[in-house]
């Protein structure tokens, strides 16, 4: 049975080398993940953790993330850091426990990179999303390696997603079972 995966993109733009890396992976991990490419965190309203009742947009964004066996976090470095957006959702998710115990893959796509992907895992670590250093890829120049059709073209990057990919699917199998036992 194919699991179900809720994949994110720090990026809004339509057509980014990180939404296209997703479509990229969504293909290549067809058999075993059933990817949805999430594209609703540019539509959460900014983060107010005095919010007496949670909007229905944050309410159906959560859900998502409850009803996923694993999350695919795949996002761009703006400023020495990650997205505003992603930020925002995340922020949303603090009291909530969605992340917690979830497995998740961590993929900064970007020139450098460096700064947001241990932002993003610092984040990720304090909502208690479950993830490895196998589970979690810094692509560096990543414009360089996706070809105009959208197509990682780079062997090595190619090489480095997939490993990723079994990694992440077997943290996920491991869940799964342990939550059987």
């Not at 049975?1 to 990180?18: E, H, P, Q, Y």
Request: charge should be negative.
């Amino acid at each position: 049975m194919k699991k179900k995966i809720l994949a994110l993109s720090g990026s809004t733009r339509s057509n980014s080398a990180n939404v296209q890396l997703l479509h990229f992976i969504s293909t290549l991990s067809e058999e075993k993940l059933e990817i949805e490419i999430d594209h609703s965190i540019s539509e959460l309203p900014f983060f107010i953790p005095d919010a007496q009742e949670l909007p229905s947009s944050v309410l159906q964004f959560l859900n998502k993330i409850k009803a996923a066996d694993g999350s695919i976090i795949c996002t761009p470095e703006y400023v020495f850091s990650i997205p505003g957006m992603l930020k925002n959702a995340l922020e949303w998710t603090v009291s909530t426990a969605a992340f917690s115990r979830k497995p998740v893959a961590l993929i900064t796509a970007s020139s450098l990179g460096e700064i947001a992907h241990e932002s993003l895992a610092l984040i990720m670590k304090t909502l208690e999303a479950e993830f490895t250093n196998d589970t979690s890829i810094l692509i560096q120049g990543v414009r360089g390696k996706i070809n105009k059709e959208g197509i990682v073209s780079d062997e090595e990057t190619i090489t480095r997603i997939s490993k990723m990919l079994d990694a992440f699917n077997s943290h996920i199998e491991l869940k799964q079972k342990s939550l059987h036992l």
